[in-house]
Nanobody, 114 residues
Framework: QVQFVESGGGLVQPGGSLRLSCLAS????????MGWYRQAPGKQRELVATIADFGIKKYVDSVKGRFTISRDNAKNTMYLQMNSLKPDDTAVYYC????????WGQGTQVTVSS
């Protein structure tokens, strides 16, 4: 079964940028729709962006225009480019398929603070 390793998080000031990576242990070619999720302290995990195998992308309203999701099936990797970061973006970020049916990775912490 595919396992995910997220990386690229860190501490950034408001307005800054980060690029997250999600490396799959196996082929993601067969995973039709993949997504990035995040969980802020005291809140439920939410799906923030998805990308289909043929490229259609969707975003939650709060990140539209600031985040860009992409995938490289040949490298078994998915990315999340995050620009114009806000304190409300602070969360642990995870990747999974769009139905969140695969094992969760450890996530990567993103902290937006001055």
């Amino acid at each position: 079964q595919v396992q995910f390793v997220e990386s690229g998080g860190g501490l950034v000031q408001p307005g800054g940028s980060l690029r997250l990576s999600c490396l799959a242990s196996g082929s993601i070619f067969s995973i039709y729709v993949m997504g990035w999720y995040r969980q802020a302290p005291g809140k439920q995990r939410e799906l923030v962006a998805t990308i289909a195998d043929f490229g259609i992308k969707k975003y939650v309203d709060s990140v539209k225009g600031r985040f860009t999701i992409s995938r490289d099936n040949a490298k078994n990797t998915m990315y999340l480019q995050m620009n114009s970061l806000k304190p409300d973006d602070t969360a642990v970020y995870y990747c999974n398929n769009e139905k969140a049916t695969m094992p969760w990775g450890q996530g990567t912490q993103v902290t937006v603070s001055s």
